[in-house]
């Protein structure tokens, strides 16, 4: 079985700071794991995935993520919040004959 | 990369009626398509798992009976809810699983009823 924890459901920053969206997984099979951004009614956009290779993964908008065995931890970042980052954040984890498992969710506001 | 789309991308329908989304895999085939709900401001949860050709299996709680789905090729996978009634609102996210079993998502139905 698999889960996935997101540590606080909204987050707020100041434009220019740093953006660090927590995640945790539990797998009983060896994860992939993703992040993904929603904006309000639009769907899913793949920000990035761990699938076993290198363990800092770099995405789009200047996003990136760490996976962390030792901490089962996947966690997003961002060196310098925009204000087009606002959205809703997604983390996700998924192994082999397993579903698709999402996290809760982080609703990220950047304040000016 | 691999392209999901869904039509429509919202519809509003009358109380007992039936609405019809399609999920297509435009540039690969997907041997499994997933249907997600999604209630306003909470995290997808999985409705059930497609594979074409086969019947598709349902997750606990979900009514198989309402929510019709056919996977009837290696593109397309259908979504009827039947029906509907305004608790059925919500978007439906699909996603379609290639060859190395990555999934790609939909861009989502908004559904209301009224």
Redesign the interface.
């Known amino acids: 079985a698999q889960s996935v924890t997101q540590l606080g459901s909204h987050v707020s920053v100041s434009e220019g700071a740093l953006v660090l969206l927590r995640c945790n997984y539990s797998s009983s099979v060896p994860p ?1 794991l993703f992040w ?1 951004v929603q904006y309000p ?4 956009q ?1 920000l990035l ?1 761990y699938t076993s290779a290198a363990t800092l993964v770099k995405g789009i908008n200047g996003f990136e993520a760490e996976f962390k065995k030792s901490e089962t931890s996947f966690h997003l970042t961002k060196p310098s919040a925009h204000m087009s980052d606002a959205a809703e954040y ?1 983390c996700a984890v ?1 192994g ?1 004959g397993q ?2 498992v ?4 982080t ?1 990220l506001s950047v304040l000016p | 990369g691999a392209v999901v789309s869904q039509h429509p991308s919202w519809v509003i329908c009358k109380s007992g009626t039936s609405v019809k989304i399609e999920c297509r895999s435009l540039d690969f085939q997907a041997t499994t398509m997933f249907w997600y709900r999604q209630f306003p401001k909470q995290s997808l949860m999985l409705m059930a798992t497609s594979n074409e050709g086969s019947k598709a299996t349902y997750e606990q709680g979900v009514e198989k009976d309402k929510f019709l789905i056919n996977h009837a090729s290696l593109t397309l996978s259908t979504l009827t809810v039947t029906s509907a009634h305004p608790e059925d609102s919500s978007f439906y996210i699909c996603s379609a699983s290639g060859q190395f079993n990555e999934q790609f998502f939909g861009p989502g139905t908004r559904l209301t009823v009224l």
């Open positions: 992939y993904y009614n639009q769907g899913l793949l995935k997604f998924w082999y579903n698709f999402f996290g809760p969710g609703r």
